[in-house]
């Protein structure tokens, strides 16, 4: 049989659809398959007009003239007595995740020559988002990403710089978290596609706000989903060619780990990860449940290891260091271990950063405490200082993420109050926890409603209550200061993106603590923090500071001009002077209250 190189005098290598000024030609892998011919709106659906050409290593390939983009198609293939149809594993666009695939040219898109950089690791803000419920237009329908651009100018005024986008691929049905992908390289129907991403993401670069992709790759699907025995074999009634078809396959979400052992599984989720960089410009991944990948049961027992797992991570990170060295790959493992971000080259995974289960679990136990007596500072002070690689910012901290605020736990908020999520404690303790969020050392991250004070936990099917923005602006404002001064947008607080911190004073009879962050030090850029986790008002109380001088109060998260019934215990500026060789300064801070100060 002729090899497939030689059917066309375009050879297109790409697998999937690929549309040229010659047609479209059609590649798939499907080892196992007798048969395979496309069937699609071209050829009236027809098994027989436009067989594939058997190549190298199991793929098969036609170019079928007539086939254009837009039009709908599936791989028919014959594997015995099995007669199979199915969807592309590559589709870059579905009708739905029951559908059919729909030819698409990722190169047809008027990207405006926008100009865009990613910010440096240490300028970012992260706005972690579900689009599904993040705003909606009609009440009966989720949320679409043009639905979403109408909020981005309110991020942009808060100051967020980067949006992590929830899993966006085509899933079951039509409300999802999105951790459940049927076609990893299409985006959701109901979201508006491929071409309505793009527009997302050239909106939010437009106003400067960077777009972070959260992306599976520990298991797909495990319903509606067409990689499913794609081309009929199997072992063991287990997944066929793209899946593990042992003990192996097992995972918490079904038995649909990828085979990572095969190479062209590896290269299916190696030209995903390329391609939302590449053809959509996102600017960085967060890869969901790392320890799935690298471990069968993430249990930390060498024999359940998937070497091969650590290989394909390797691989990704490498590739997309060298062809994207601004974008941040993120893990979410939360195991506290160095080698996720240490370099590939040292042994490590090279993970630009990590999610860090040791900054949130800490902090969510001081701030849930029913009484001051319970809690530990050296939980809060050991939260500070954690860093992974030797680099302060191989760390993504928050207080709530989309896992922290379901599956049975609430908002900060709502558990430290429940059933009123917008008392003086709640929004005193919830707004203390971002405080904390937004000076520690770390790529700091807030999740969607934070800034509304949303009560309700996260669900898919329940979209964020906008209306509370008019009841609760001085708390988003609260958001919008902090975060300026986190990015030092007022050219005050340079020293809270740098990579030093010490600890200035640990009280742990007041629940207090201070801090200095600096990044290269002196006037506007060491910054120092103070904070009261306890319902006593501290006045007058000497800390160490860094230098001698006036220093300016830029933030009081008591003052009145964010809730009324705050304290407002002022505080304004302190002057700091030697004390036997120890430059101190006495403060005034609130209840449940941070103050950030620095010198001009």
Known sequence: MRNVENQTEIYINGMGATPHEHGVFFRVWAPHADYVSVVGDFNEWNEGANPLIAGEGGCWGVNVENAKEGDQYKFFIKNGELNLYKNDPYARQVTNSVGNSVVYNPKAYDWEDVAFQMPSWNEIVIYELHIGTFNRSNPKKVGTFHDAIKKLPYLKGLGINAVEIMPPFEFAGDVSWGYNPAHPYAIETEYGGPRAFKDFIKEAHKLGIAVILDVVYNHFGPSDLDLWQFDGWNENGKGGIYFYNDWRSTTPWGDTRPDYERPEVGRYIKDNAIMWLEDYKVDGLRMDMVPYIRNVHADGNPSNDLQEGLNMIRWINSEVRERFPNALVVAE????????????????????????????????NVL?????????????????????????????????????????????????????????????????????????????????????????????????????????????????????????????????????????????????????????????????????????????????????????????????????????????????????????????????????????
């Not at 240490?342 to 490590?348: A, K, R």
């Not at 609760?472 to 005050?492: A, C, E, P, Q």
């Not at 103070?530 to 006593?536: P, R, T």
Request: aromatic share 10%; with cysteine.
């Open 368 to 600: 849930t405490q029913a009484s001051d007596e319970y809690v530990d500072m050296n939980l809060v002070a050991s939260a500070l200082l954690r860093r992974y690689s030797d680099d302060a910012m191989r760390r993504v901290i928050f207080t709530e993420s989309h896992d922290e605020v379901a599956n049975g736990k609430a908002r900060v908020a709502e558990e430290v109050e429940p059933g009123n999520a917008t008392g003086w404690y709640a929004r005193k303790k919830a707004t203390l926890g971002a405080v904390m969020v937004l000076t520690s050392p770390g790529i700091p991250m807030i999740f969607q409603g934070q800034t509304i004070q949303q009560d309700s936990w996260f669900q898919d099917t329940e979209p964020l209550d906008w209306g509370r923005l008019k009841k609760l602006s001085g708390i988003s404002d609260m958001y919008k200061d902090m975060i300026h001064l986190r990015r030092n947008l007022t050219g005050v607080s340079a020293g809270l993106m740098g990579q030093h911190t010490e600890i200035l004073a640990l009280d742990h009879d007041k629940k207090l603590i201070a801090f200095q962050r600096w990044h290269q030090g002196g006037s506007r850029d060491t910054t120092v923090v103070v904070m009261n986790f306890s319902h006593e008002t501290i006045l007058n109380y000497p800390i160490k500071f860094p230098s001698e001088g006036k220093w300016l109060v830029r933030f009081n998260g008591d003052s009145q001009s964010y809730e009324p019934d705050f304290t407002h215990t002022e505080c304004t500026e302190v002057d700091v002077t030697a004390d036997n060789d120890t430059l101190m300064g006495e403060i005034c801070v609130g209840p449940y209250s941070a103050l950030v100060l620095s010198q001009d």
């Open 333 to 364: 493992d939360m195991h506290g271990q160095h080698f996720i971000t240490d370099q590939v080259q040292t042994g490590g995974l090279g993970y630009g950063s990590q999610w860090d289960a040791d900054f949130v679990h800490p902090l969510r």
